[in-house]
């Protein structure tokens, strides 16, 4: 089951959606890591103006009023203070990688509940094709006895047909159950990505019962969709973090080295400017976002509960089921063998004329279908704890 499930994940595509998103966050975070840095770029101008007339034009306007002016500089621009909203923002952004990286998680825990689901559906299959088997077998044996039986005359044509019958049902039934393995090893492969025909380890015996219910839920956190949720409400909370600093000045240092400068500045290689923005009034908006952060992070506050909640619920179910299964097992192992018992005496009661025919067959049905339900039971089990280990976010 492992070795399945470690193909399937490496094969499917959800794994490298999940990853490039990861991918893309990081990325996201190295983009407001720059708000710290300072912003360096080169500008060179170039204007061309109407010169006016020379006569009682001043030295100092000319300077300013030449027909080419040129200016080449190197602007640095660093932020000191935009209330810090960067410090959030950078927070906000490694909380939403946290829950990428735990949705990945999560793909992969409900990728692991598909493959357990397919694969046991395969072996539910293929005890159904078994058990078809050993049923025409049985009834080929039957046919065998009747008709010597029929022969001396102590067996009736009507009990020999009857077990014809009752080989031609067999016949069609073992039809149906190849078909369905097929069907189901079709789905196996479209969900793994391997051949349909790989052999698959059948795990044997019933299986041990799960820790107790109060251990089971005590890994609720453990879970890759709970952590989804807790990650984007930290994130969320950042975000009202970021909002706020609206409401704060900004602050920002210039400096500007020139390489060539026209007129009157031209022997000014620098000068440097502190600019302090204060916002006074802009209409709400500043009021009315930070409400619908506040709003967001509510609602995934709601969410992570909603989320909480349902998972509890899961794990109780899986629990109450894997318990009932497994119970039902033992039982019906010890049922199928009393089964094979009465069916043997009933063959033994038959010969010597103490019951029918049909009471033989009767007994033959009675043991194939307890053998179906018991292996149909077992795998649930084993199907029902693998499920129990993903949803408390415990995965191969």
């Known amino acids: 089951m492992e070795e399945v499930f470690t193909h399937a994940w490496a094969e499917t595509e959800s794994r490298e959606i999940e990853r490039a998103r990861e991918d893309q966050l990081r990325n996201r975070i190295d983009q407001t890591r720059a ?31 030449r027909p080419d002016q040129t200016t080449a500089r190197v602007t640095l621009t660093q932020p000191i203070f935009r209330g810090f909203k960067e410090f959030a923002s950078l927070r906000a952004a490694h909380a939403l990688l946290n ?5 990945t998680e999560q793909a992969r825990r409900e990728l692991f509940t598909r493959v357990a689901e397919s694969y046991f559906s395969v072996l539910k ?12 077998t049985a009834l080929h044996r039957r046919i065998r006895e009747l008709q010597q039986w029929v022969r001396v005359g102590r067996s009736t044509a009507g009990d020999l047909v009857a077990a014809k019958a009752e080989l031609a049902t067999a016949e069609a039934d073992r039809i149906a159950s190849s078909a369905m393995v097929d069907h189901q090893r079709l789905q196996l492969g479209s969900v793994t990505g391997r051949d349909r025909m790989t052999p698959l380890l059948v795990p044997t015996g019933i299986p041990d019962p799960p820790l107790p219910l109060d251990q089971l839920l005590a890994h609720l956190h453990e879970r890759p969709d709970i952590r989804v949720h807790q990650e984007t409400v930290r994130a969320r909370r950042h975000a009202i973090t ?11 240092l210039t400096g500007n ?31 009315a976002t930070v409400a619908e952060a506040h709003a967001t992070q509510m609602a995934e506050q709601f969410q992570l509960s909603l989320v909480e909640r349902q998972a509890t619920q899961e794990i109780r179910g899986l629990y109450v089921t894997a318990m009932s299964l497994i119970g039902q097992v033992g039982k019906l192992e010890e049922a199928v063998k009393l089964s094979r018992q009465h069916y043997e005496i009933q063959q033994h009661d038959y010969r010597m004329r ?41 995965l191969p």
């Open 99 to 103: 829950a990428q990286t735990a949705q």
């Open 35 to 65: 708000d710290f840095y300072p912003n360096i770029e080169g500008t060179v101008d170039y204007t061309r103006q109407d010169s006016p007339g020379s006569s009682g034009t001043s030295d100092v306007r000319g300077a300013f009023s």
């Open 354 to 394: 103490l019951v029918t025919n049909f009471d033989v067959l009767l007994a033959l049905n009675n043991e194939i279908e307890l053998q179906r339900r018991y292996e149909n039971t077992r795998y649930d089990a084993w199907n029902t704890l693998w499920s129990l280990r993903a949803a408390i976010g415990q």
């Open 125 to 136: 299959a293929e005890a159904m094709l078994k058990t078809s088997d050993e049923l025409i």
């Open 242 to 252: 970021v909002a706020r600093a609206d409401r704060f000045p900004i602050a920002d």
């Open 257 to 287: 080295y020139y390489l060539d400068r026209t007129g009157i500045l031209s022997d000014t290689r620098w000068d440097l400017n502190l600019s302090v923005t204060l916002p006074f009034f802009q209409g709400g908006r500043i009021r």
